[in-house]
């Protein structure tokens, strides 16, 4: 039985890695390239009124007084863009002008989006495409255009999974293999808990507070984002030692009480970011929408979060050998989600793929 657990564990480690591999593969190479082409992207509008996506990075724009003019090969004929510079700001296109084949063709300014700053979209429509040729345009972009089919909310929601599923794998492998790897991994966790809640306690404190001791609004930003530094990579350490030594019990009880705040900011972090996500995944949005529901939900939250990091507490200040897996294991798993959900919602948010 150990035996088949253990393949499994190292079966949907491997797997996550593939999938999220994958995935982050998917998004870089269709993300927007702006300023480089300078509009967010162009759709096709086809007989059928459906829309092909044509990603940006295909097209070869070059900048002249008053306009940009860009173009790219489609279906062996040429496809070029000229946008009208704005009076304001040159990316603020008062015009669109297209032609394919030689033939001028309808262009139209469809809105904004953040790819990633705030850049027009576009739409081009009787092309004169047969329905063969509008099929091997979508093929030629499939992953661009399954993007768009899948959009925001169904993003947020493989991220979700994607997260959750780290923070399950990254568990299940650290009971297994509770060695050095997995210390490490977890007293690197704890120090970017920590970081993440220095932060955002003293990112609250209203600027009012601080300018009167001579603080602006820059400097002030500074001492937060330093002291969320120093007391991460100072949680980071302790951590570690608490893992590798042996203290006594006043040092073993202090930095354990470190450690879980650092532990109470990785589940908060991690449950905060996907409820909302995995409720809408699971269709009971809307019935947990309502402000009371949303009170409830938020103090369960802290509730959870408040006695993993008391577990951790009493876990790391045993200091058994049994102990310290089970908190790797909570350390690991919470880290993992953590991170996971913080590196896809910035990815998400800073390609322009999500608002």
Same mark, same amino acid.
């Given at each position: 039985?150990? $035996?088949?657990?253990?393949?499994? =564990?190292? !079966?949907?480690?491997?797997?996550? #890695?593939?999938? #999220?591999?994958? !995935?982050?593969?998917?998004?870089? $190479?269709?993300?927007? =390239?702006?300023?480089?082409?300078?509009?967010?992207?162009?759709? #096709?509008?086809?007989?059928?009124?459906?829309?092909?996506?044509?990603?940006?990075? *295909?097209?070869?724009?070059?900048?002249? %007084?008053?306009?940009?003019?860009?173009?790219?090969?489609?279906?062996?004929?040429?496809?070029?863009?000229?946008?009208t510079k704005g009076k304001d700001y040159k990316y603020d296109f008062s015009n669109c002008r297209a032609e394919y084949g030689g033939r001028s063709v309808e262009c139209k300014d469809t809105g904004l989006n953040y790819a990633p700053i705030l850049a027009q979209m576009y739409e081009i429509k009787n092309l004169g495409l047969s329905s063969q040729q509008i099929q091997a345009i979508r093929q030629e972009y499939w992953s661009m255009n399954v993007l768009v089919r899948l959009g925001e909310l169904r993003l947020l929601w493989i991220s979700t999974g994607l997260s959750l599923a780290a923070g399950i794998s990254a568990a299940l492998f650290?009971? @297994?293999h509770p060695g050095n790897l997995s210390k490490s991994f977890a007293s690197f966790a704890c120090g970017i808990g920590m970081y993440q809640l220095i932060g955002s306690w003293l990112g609250r404190v209203p600027y009012t507070l601080v300018t009167p001791y001579g603080f602006t609004p820059e400097s002030w930003g500074s001492v937060v984002s330093g002291s969320a530094i120093v007391t991460g990579v100072i949680t980071m350490l302790t951590t570690a030692l608490l893992l590798w030594s042996s203290l006594n019990r006043f040092s073993k009880s202090l930095l354990s009480i470190s450690t879980s705040?650092?532990?109470?900011?990785?589940?908060?972090? =991690?449950?905060?970011?996907? =409820?909302?996500?995995?409720? +809408?995944?699971? %269709?009971?949005?809307?019935? @947990? +929408? $309502?402000? %009371?529901?949303?009170?409830?939900?938020?103090? *369960?939250?802290?509730?959870?979060? *408040?006695?993993?990091?008391?577990?951790?507490? #009493?876990?790391?200040?045993?200091?058994?050998? $049994?102990?310290i897996q089970r908190f790797l294991c909570l350390g690991c798993g919470f880290g993992a989600i953590a991170l996971a959900t913080n590196l896809l919602l910035s990815l998400l948010l800073g390609l322009g793929y999500v608002d």
């Amino acid at each position: 039985m150990r $035996q088949a657990v253990l393949f499994l =564990s190292r !079966f949907l480690f491997s797997l996550w #890695i593939v999938l #999220i591999s994958a !995935f982050l593969l998917l998004l870089l $190479q269709n993300a927007p =390239s702006v300023p480089n082409t300078p509009f967010a992207s162009l759709s #096709i509008r086809t007989e059928q009124n459906s829309t092909v996506r044509l990603p940006n990075r *295909i097209f070869t724009c070059t900048e002249t %007084g008053q306009q940009f003019q860009c173009q790219t090969e489609l279906q062996d004929r040429l496809l070029a863009l000229r946008l009208t510079k704005g009076k304001d700001y040159k990316y603020d296109f008062s015009n669109c002008r297209a032609e394919y084949g030689g033939r001028s063709v309808e262009c139209k300014d469809t809105g904004l989006n953040y790819a990633p700053i705030l850049a027009q979209m576009y739409e081009i429509k009787n092309l004169g495409l047969s329905s063969q040729q509008i099929q091997a345009i979508r093929q030629e972009y499939w992953s661009m255009n399954v993007l768009v089919r899948l959009g925001e909310l169904r993003l947020l929601w493989i991220s979700t999974g994607l997260s959750l599923a780290a923070g399950i794998s990254a568990a299940l492998f650290t009971w @297994f293999h509770p060695g050095n790897l997995s210390k490490s991994f977890a007293s690197f966790a704890c120090g970017i808990g920590m970081y993440q809640l220095i932060g955002s306690w003293l990112g609250r404190v209203p600027y009012t507070l601080v300018t009167p001791y001579g603080f602006t609004p820059e400097s002030w930003g500074s001492v937060v984002s330093g002291s969320a530094i120093v007391t991460g990579v100072i949680t980071m350490l302790t951590t570690a030692l608490l893992l590798w030594s042996s203290l006594n019990r006043f040092s073993k009880s202090l930095l354990s009480i470190s450690t879980s705040a650092a532990i109470f900011s990785l589940c908060w972090w =991690s449950l905060t970011w996907n =409820s909302n996500h995995l409720l +809408s995944l699971l %269709g009971l949005a809307d019935m @947990f +929408s $309502q402000q %009371g529901y949303s009170y409830l939900i938020m103090q *369960i939250v802290q509730v959870v979060s *408040i006695l993993l990091a008391v577990a951790a507490a #009493i876990l790391l200040w045993l200091r058994t050998n $049994q102990s310290i897996q089970r908190f790797l294991c909570l350390g690991c798993g919470f880290g993992a989600i953590a991170l996971a959900t913080n590196l896809l919602l910035s990815l998400l948010l800073g390609l322009g793929y999500v608002d």
